[in-house]
């Protein structure tokens, strides 16, 4: 612990230089902003901020998009409070009682027990990150190459399993995702696949673009076929947190930060689901069931409080198993890699540090939405006025210079319009975009594994079902999707009313 605490604080030191402070007010600044325009996701300015760091020192391009992560999962509360419409999907739970505390003339408050749950949420998530970390990483250095075959199945099961809605949608995005990471050369033997003669796609599709593609690109044909009513902000009175709020509601604080960080940990779940579950706790728990959802601080607050938190319990698994725990997180997961940056098992070992660095860079960006959400609420909720007529064309010049940056090729806008395309297609019918993503972020790990497994089995599959990690990994993977069939829901909806009868 005392060494843990000692690392810290020499990546603290680190970072507290005239430049990196000046990153880190704007780049939360951005962030929040983002969050805080409906429409616009914490994934589109984490993809779009990746290409505008390129030419950055990896720390310095790191510490750039986790405090846009950040600052955008808190910004998103902005709009849910004064709007009723979340800024971001994690802050939908927002909306319930932050909302109708605006209407009440309470809509200062409401964003300062926001900015409180956000700020304890975000360090209950650090403290996990610290702790959790370096203990997941020896675990994880007991997978081999069937385990992590199976790790990555899971993700793309588990992912479209919680993202809400049908799961056979989800799956059949998340799958459709691990057949586009196989498109171009495979990684042992660079025999050239799906290419279909085009000398382009032997490279394989470009990671960055797609995702830009999916969640920028697509969110400006959304926001071009679909017509927002004008803007009317409440008026504001102080947005200084209370301490009564945070001292009555500890306990709230704390089972929502939990919550949150392990929901973060399961591979693609994400803030959304952090957000709903926490806040379906604390009305469990909670003495005043009757306030949840007519203006209650405590549900509020376990919204907020479980989403920030999700943000450190989402990187945990990317530093330590190469898996991200969500959309932004795998668009961060990216950015490592090319910035040269490898998580994993052995990060522990080889670069014990920057675990610590992560660390640092998130008690940053906790501070930047502290000075944000004291200081400018008041300016920062006029951004909400702008109108879409010039938001997307800003947007869209972005996406496609970042997109271009990225390698100097025509040929990534074009992946990135087509993703954006296929992203609005899929919406409009229904299949999420969380698994699709994490099935082209994790295509190439479980290609790969499953063909050194075979390598080292001698064709044998066996090992995938035998070992004892890979047998319970399959066995959680059978499970999740057996309870998920029809016949068997309906099974176990109907058990209650025979037992009765």
């Known amino acids: 612990m005392f060494q843990g605490l000692v690392a810290f604080g020499h990546s603290l030191a680190g970072f507290l230089t005239p430049s990196a402070i000046g990153l880190v007010l704007a780049s939360t600044f951005v962030g929040v902003v983002i969050g805080a325009l409906p429409g616009l996701t914490a994934t589109m300015g984490v993809a779009l901020m990746t290409t505008l760091t390129l030419k950055l020192p990896s720390s310095q391009a790191l510490l750039v998009l986790i405090c846009t992560y950040v600052g955008a999962i808190y910004g998103g509360s902005r709009s849910a409070i004064l709007l009723n419409i979340p800024g971001t999907p994690a802050s939908a739970a927002s909306c319930l009682d932050g909302y109708a505390l605006a209407r009440q003339g309470m809509a200062g408050r409401a964003m300062g027990i926001a900015t409180s749950g956000s700020v304890m949420g975000t360090l209950i998530g650090m403290f996990f990150l610290a702790l959790f970390t370096p203990l997941l990483g020896e675990f994880a250095l007991k997978f081999g190459a069937y385990e992590f075959f199976w790790l990555a199945v899971f993700g793309v099961i588990i992912s479209a399993t919680l993202t809400g809605g049908d799961a056979l949608k989800g799956w059949i995005a998340g799958f459709a995702g691990l057949f586009i990471a196989t498109i171009g050369q495979d990684g042992i033997h660079a025999f050239e696949r799906f290419n279909f003669g085009n000398r382009d796609l032997a ?218 395309v296929l992203g609005f297609v899929l919406r409009r019918f229904g299949y999420p975009m969380a698994p699709l993503v994490l099935g082209i972020v994790l295509g190439d790990l479980l290609e790969k594994n499953f063909r050194r497994g075979l390598v080292l089995s001698d064709g044998d599959l066996s090992p995938f079902f035998t070992r004892p990690i890979s047998g319970v990994m399959f066995g959680l993977i059978v499970l999740v999707v057996l309870l998920r069939l029809p016949m068997l829901r309906r099974l176990f909806t109907r058990r209650p009313a025979t037992e009765s009868a």
């Open 203 to 420: 490279g394989g599709v470009s990671l960055v673009p797609a995702l830009v593609g999916a969640f920028g690109f697509a969110e400006i044909l959304v926001a071009m076929s679909e017509k927002r009513p004008p803007v009317k902000i409440n008026a504001l009175d102080s947005v200084i947190p209370k301490i009564r709020d945070v001292f009555q509601y500890w306990r709230t604080i704390i089972r929502s930060g939990v919550i949150g960080t392990f929901i973060g940990i399961v591979p693609g779940v994400g803030e959304d689901v952090a957000a709903w579950s926490s806040y379906a706790a604390a009305k469990r728990a909670s003495k005043e069931k009757e306030l949840f959802g007519k203006g209650s601080v405590e549900g509020l607050m376990a919204a907020e409080t479980g989403d920030n938190a999700c943000v450190p319990g989402a990187i945990i698994p990317v530093l330590t198993l190469q898996i991200p725990g969500s959309a932004p997180a795998a668009v961060l997961m990216a950015a490592m890699l090319i910035h040269g940056v490898k998580p994993g098992p052995m990060i522990m070992i080889e670069s014990p540090q920057f675990v610590y660095d992560i660390v640092a860079m998130m008690m940053l960006a906790t501070i930047g939405i502290l000075i944000y959400g004291l200081t400018l609420t008041k300016f920062l909720v006029q951004v909400l006025r702008v109108p879409t007529t010039i938001i997307v064309p800003i947007i869209l010049v972005l996406c496609t210079v970042g997109t271009f940056a990225l390698a100097s090729r025509l040929f990534d806008i074009w992946v990135m319009v087509f993703f954006g």
